[in-house]
Protein backbone atom coordinates (compact mmCIF):
# COMPACT_ATOMS: atom_id res chain seq x y z
CA UNK A 1 0.00 0.00 0.00
CA UNK A 2 1.60 3.55 -0.97
CA UNK A 3 1.18 6.33 1.81
CA UNK A 4 0.19 9.56 0.74
CA UNK A 5 -0.12 13.25 2.32
CA UNK A 6 -1.53 16.08 0.51
CA UNK A 7 -0.77 19.89 1.32
CA UNK A 8 -1.07 22.95 -0.45
CA UNK A 9 -4.73 23.58 -0.16
CA UNK A 10 -6.52 26.87 1.19
CA UNK A 11 -8.25 29.47 0.19
CA UNK A 12 -8.07 31.72 -2.66
CA UNK A 13 -9.92 33.82 -4.69
CA UNK A 14 -10.91 33.67 -8.39
CA UNK A 15 -8.37 33.71 -10.45
CA UNK A 16 -5.77 33.62 -8.39
CA UNK A 17 -3.16 30.29 -8.57
CA UNK A 18 -2.20 27.14 -5.66
CA UNK A 19 -0.18 24.08 -6.22
CA UNK A 20 -0.59 21.30 -4.67
CA UNK A 21 1.92 18.26 -3.52
CA UNK A 22 1.79 15.17 -2.64
CA UNK A 23 4.53 12.89 -1.42
CA UNK A 24 4.46 9.68 -1.81
CA UNK A 25 5.71 6.28 0.42
CA UNK A 26 7.71 3.18 -1.97
CA UNK A 27 10.76 3.29 -3.53
CA UNK A 28 9.18 2.53 -7.25
CA UNK A 29 7.36 5.94 -7.16
CA UNK A 30 8.83 6.49 -10.80
CA UNK A 31 6.10 3.40 -12.13
CA UNK A 32 3.16 4.49 -10.73
CA UNK A 33 0.68 6.43 -12.55
CA UNK A 34 -0.34 9.11 -10.19
CA UNK A 35 -3.73 11.29 -10.69
CA UNK A 36 -5.59 14.16 -9.06
CA UNK A 37 -9.23 13.70 -7.95
CA UNK A 38 -11.52 16.01 -6.48
CA UNK A 39 -14.93 16.17 -4.67
CA UNK A 40 -17.09 19.18 -4.72
CA UNK A 41 -20.03 19.24 -2.25
CA UNK A 42 -22.81 16.87 -2.84
CA UNK A 43 -21.01 15.45 -6.01
CA UNK A 44 -19.06 12.46 -6.50
CA UNK A 45 -15.50 11.95 -6.54
CA UNK A 46 -14.20 12.84 -10.42
CA UNK A 47 -10.23 12.39 -11.93
CA UNK A 48 -8.85 15.68 -13.38
CA UNK A 49 -5.52 14.95 -13.97
CA UNK A 50 -2.72 11.86 -14.72
CA UNK A 51 0.14 11.68 -15.00
CA UNK A 52 0.93 7.74 -16.40
CA UNK A 53 4.37 5.56 -16.15
CA UNK A 54 5.04 6.30 -19.92
CA UNK A 55 5.05 9.77 -19.34
CA UNK A 56 1.58 10.90 -20.98
CA UNK A 57 -0.51 13.28 -19.35
CA UNK A 58 -4.66 13.47 -18.68
CA UNK A 59 -6.84 16.67 -18.31
CA UNK A 60 -10.48 16.52 -17.63
CA UNK A 61 -11.96 19.70 -19.39
CA UNK A 62 -13.01 21.45 -17.02
CA UNK A 63 -9.41 22.18 -15.96
CA UNK A 64 -8.14 21.66 -19.06
CA UNK A 65 -5.53 24.05 -20.16
CA UNK A 66 -5.67 25.83 -16.41
CA UNK A 67 -4.42 22.80 -14.31
CA UNK A 68 -0.60 21.14 -14.83
CA UNK A 69 0.38 17.46 -13.00
CA UNK A 70 4.01 16.88 -12.75
CA UNK A 71 6.31 14.67 -10.65
CA UNK A 72 9.95 15.06 -9.30
CA UNK A 73 10.34 11.15 -9.19
CA UNK A 74 13.73 12.41 -6.82
CA UNK A 75 11.52 13.49 -4.42
CA UNK A 76 8.51 10.62 -4.33
CA UNK A 77 6.00 13.85 -5.29
CA UNK A 78 3.58 14.69 -7.39
CA UNK A 79 2.29 18.26 -7.82
CA UNK A 80 -0.87 19.89 -9.69
CA UNK A 81 -0.45 23.31 -10.70
CA UNK A 82 -4.19 25.24 -10.42
CA UNK A 83 -3.93 28.94 -12.34
CA UNK A 84 -7.40 31.44 -12.93
CA UNK A 85 -9.05 29.32 -10.23
CA UNK A 86 -13.02 29.36 -10.38
CA UNK A 87 -15.21 29.03 -7.78
CA UNK A 88 -16.48 26.01 -9.15
CA UNK A 89 -13.21 24.47 -8.33
CA UNK A 90 -13.65 24.74 -5.03
CA UNK A 91 -13.41 20.63 -3.77
CA UNK A 92 -11.45 18.37 -1.30
CA UNK A 93 -9.03 17.56 -3.45
CA UNK A 94 -7.19 14.04 -3.31
CA UNK A 95 -4.29 12.60 -5.08
CA UNK A 96 -3.67 8.90 -5.74
CA UNK A 97 -1.57 6.29 -6.96
CA UNK A 98 -1.51 3.17 -9.47
CA UNK A 99 1.49 1.21 -8.99
CA UNK A 100 0.47 -0.60 -12.11
CA UNK A 101 1.43 2.62 -13.88
CA UNK A 102 -1.59 2.06 -16.10
CA UNK A 103 -3.38 5.16 -14.78
CA UNK A 104 -7.08 4.63 -16.11
CA UNK A 105 -9.08 6.18 -13.74
CA UNK A 106 -10.48 3.54 -11.72
CA UNK A 107 -7.63 1.60 -11.31
CA UNK A 108 -6.19 3.81 -8.88
CA UNK A 109 -6.05 1.95 -4.69
CA UNK A 110 -4.12 3.90 -2.80
CA UNK A 111 -5.55 7.60 -1.51
CA UNK A 112 -4.20 10.46 -0.11
CA UNK A 113 -6.34 11.99 3.24
CA UNK A 114 -6.98 15.40 0.77
CA UNK A 115 -6.63 18.85 1.34
CA UNK A 116 -9.72 21.73 0.92
CA UNK A 117 -9.48 24.57 -2.05
CA UNK A 118 -11.66 27.01 -1.86
CA UNK A 119 -12.16 29.52 -4.31
CA UNK A 120 -14.18 32.73 -3.74
CA UNK A 121 -15.65 34.72 -6.29
Known amino acids: QVQLVESGGGLVQAGDSLRLSCAASGRTFSSYAMGWFRQAPGKERVVIAISRRIGSTYYADSVKGRFTISRDNAKNTVYLQMNSLKPEDTAIYYC???????????????WGQGTQVTVSS
Open 96 to 110: AADPSGIGHSGSFGS
